[in-house]
């Protein structure tokens, strides 16, 4: 098969899929200081078999979009809030961070390499941004790196779930993906391989993903494998969960605020009793790859529970929908800060 390239790729039949670019952000940590990075090619990377991001997981990552606009603009979403959960996720795995301001200038860099493989303005389809941060060396014991690589690949994107703002069906699963006081709120590796199984066992019974209850008691919904979850009800609240081990997503944050800025919403962060799903009249995935995605209904046990509709969004997700993808392709104005330009 030949290789795709921005000429002869289908811009608007993308799924979420990788996609060797030729371009990549390397930054090595050696000697106590991180080193000068660089755009190289090879999307290989080789390290000693010792190296703690094999044997113990020792690794972090973000995500994060570029979004073409009308204009042909090339602009970034909050990169600076991927930046600082970054420093989280990697202090919590005691991984050296990479400082928050070379991060966003790495991510510019990376993108302005690869300008070409940012998708036409009115594809739907974006550049997705993977910054990960990984430590490795002549390592055995159980015990953090010397020696940290910190990297950035992009790779053109469509829809994360088939359909775009097409409603999913999910399955609650019995699994956990992360403790109460374990890693559950950093964006680890070892979050996602413990999460393979129970997205697994939900994508062959026919489940977009599995959302997960709280850990503790089993009784509230946590998140979805690669999203937060909200819910809308019928006095005009968009509730989503608190718990200390579900991801603080980017898009969740800036959603509450749309939803109470814009929309006259009241926003609550709380705990969403499974058996109390009645209340809402909607609910919605949201996650930089999820975008925002309409829930149709949610299984546990063999009860199926649908929310708005099967087959059509609903009025609050789809205003909440126009709002930041409107904001995120340069169509509706930003609040202050939030949108970053490439070039
Ligand atoms: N929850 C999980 C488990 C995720 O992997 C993601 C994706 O990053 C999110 C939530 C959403 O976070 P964000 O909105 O910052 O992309
Ligand atoms: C993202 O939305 O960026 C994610 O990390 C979700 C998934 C692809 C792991």
Redesign the pocket.
Known sequence: MSKLTPETIDWSNLGFSYIDTGARFRAKFTNGAWQEGEIVSDNTVTMSEGSPVLHYGQACFE?LKAYRTKDGEIQLFRPDQNAKRLVKSAEQLLMEPYPEDKFVEAVKQVVQANEDWVPPYGTGATLYIRPFLYGEGDIVGVQPATNYTFAIFVTPVGPYFKGGLAPQDFLVTDYDRAAPQGTGAA?VGG?YAASYLAGKEAKDAGYADAIYLDPATHTKIE??????FFGITKENQFITPKSPS??P????YSLMHLAETRLGMETIEGDVYLNEIDQFVEAGA????AAITPIASITYHGEKHVFYSETEAGPITQKLYDELIGIQFGDVEAPEGWIQTVK
Not at 223 to 228: K, Q, R, T, W
Not at 286 to 289: E, I, K, L, N, R
């Open positions: 995500g964006k979050n998140e979805i494998g690669s999203s937060n579900i991801l997503s980017i898009t969740k949201m996650g930089t790859a």
